[in-house]
């Protein structure tokens, strides 16, 4: 569902507004993740821990209603620009059926192409390809975004795994108070993907509009000559020094127990870096795959979901050996990593995307 939502994002979004519609999506996804922990703890603490399951198969169940009714279908391939009117069951709503059937009824329209001079071929179905993501990991650019992407997530995962465990252990909370610390984390997150999608377009424009004064070049949005990496990706390196402190005092914080509130102001800081920089990572990563943004956000998730697992299973085993401290001083530093990376990516990528489109 979430490299989906990036597909849909491709096809209805246009470059200078992209990040907007990005940061809109980050922000629901980061106050969920953050809200769920907050329903858990009352679900179990009223009713036990099985209700969480009857709640999330209710819910789960619910949203897919309401896609098989209204959600349409928006891949280019088969609508177009949304003029074309795709056939094949699997590709309707039953909003859309019922439309139909109504139309048919009062004309005998046909519907055209997005030229409008022939009616449209039926889509072949096909089943997805699990390894047709791999690929895109062979992309320079591409590989060096889901990178920096997947050490942010990493330790982004597994600050959140530690906040259940040590926070009851040290504050005392109860079901309902563990859940609720996850809260500033969220909040943060919205703040900082919606306000981040709205800077990465800003500063889109903004370039486009200074190359154009400086240079005298009026960039075409497809142009590989466009400085698209050094423009998607500024202010990366504030948000990981900011991401950085944020950890560090995380650890201080449970090492010499201080105030509850000093911990809720390091996941504030965290969360809003770290979600700030998934806005500005998945723009790119979304600018650099247009024909295969589902599948670029599938090799992204493939990725940092590894990546996530691996740095949530060693947290105890860290913790235990070096203590909250030199632990999350060695998270903190595993965010150094993506500096070079972006740096690499930003003073690279136009040559690389030259090169691709002339290979193809």
């Known amino acids: 569902m979430y490299g989906a939502a990036y597909g849909v994002i491709a096809d209805i979004a246009t470059i200078d507004e992209r990040g907007s519609f990005v940061g809109v999506l980050l922000l629901m996804t980061d106050f969920a993740t953050s809200l769920g922990p907050v329903i858990g703890g009352g679900l179990t603490q009223g009713f036990g821990w099985r209700a969480i399951f009857w709640f999330?198969?209710?819910?789960?169940?619910?949203?897919?209603?309401?896609?098989?009714?209204?959600?349409?279908?928006?891949?280019?391939?088969?609508?177009?620009?949304?003029?074309?009117?795709?056939?094949?069951?699997?590709?309707?709503?039953?909003?859309?059926?019922?439309?139909?059937?109504?139309q048919k009824k009062n004309t005998k329209a046909v519907a055209v192409g997005e030229k409008g001079d022939e009616a449209p071929q039926k889509p072949k179905f096909r089943f997805p390809d699990p390894i047709a993501c791999l690929p895109v990991l062979a992309d320079k650019g591409s590989l060096l975004v889901i990178l920096i992407t997947a050490v942010n997530y990493a330790v982004k995962a597994a600050l959140q795994t530690s906040l259940d465990a040590q926070c009851v252990d040290l504050y005392g909370l109860t079901y309902i108070q563990a859940g609720l610390v996850y809260l500033p984390s969220g909040v943060g997150g919205g703040f900082g993907s919606y306000g981040a999608g709205k800077f990465v377009d800003w500063n889109y424009r903004r370039t486009v509009d200074r190359l154009a004064k400086t240079q005298g070049v009026q960039y075409d949005k497809k142009s590989p000559d466009f400085p698209l990496e050094r423009t998607r990706l500024r202010g990366i390196y504030l948000l990981s020094g900011t991401t950085v402190l944020g950890i560090i005092g995380y650890g201080l914080t449970l090492r010499y127990r201080w105030h509850i509130a000093v911990m809720l102001i390091m996941q504030l800081l965290t969360g809003t870096a770290t979600a700030a920089t998934f806005t500005l990572c998945g723009t790119l990563l979304t600018d650099l795959n247009m024909t295969r943004s589902a599948t670029a956000q599938a090799a992204s998730n493939l990725v940092r979901c590894l990546s996530a697992g691996g740095a949530v299973a060693i947290l105890q085993p860290m913790v235990e050996k070096v203590g909250p401290v030199g632990c999350f001083a060695i998270y903190a530093a595993t965010i150094f990593l993506g500096i070079p990376l972006a740096?690499?990516?930003q003073r690279y990528g136009v040559a690389w995307r030259k090169g691709r489109a002339v290979a193809d």
């Open 56 to 102: 999330l198969a209710i819910f789960t169940g619910s949203h897919f209603l309401v896609m098989l009714l209204f959600f349409p279908e928006t891949q280019r391939k088969i609508v177009g620009n949304g003029s074309i009117r795709p056939k094949g069951l699997v590709y309707q709503t039953v909003f859309s059926l019922i439309q139909m059937r109504r």
């Open 343 to 345: 740096w690499v990516l």
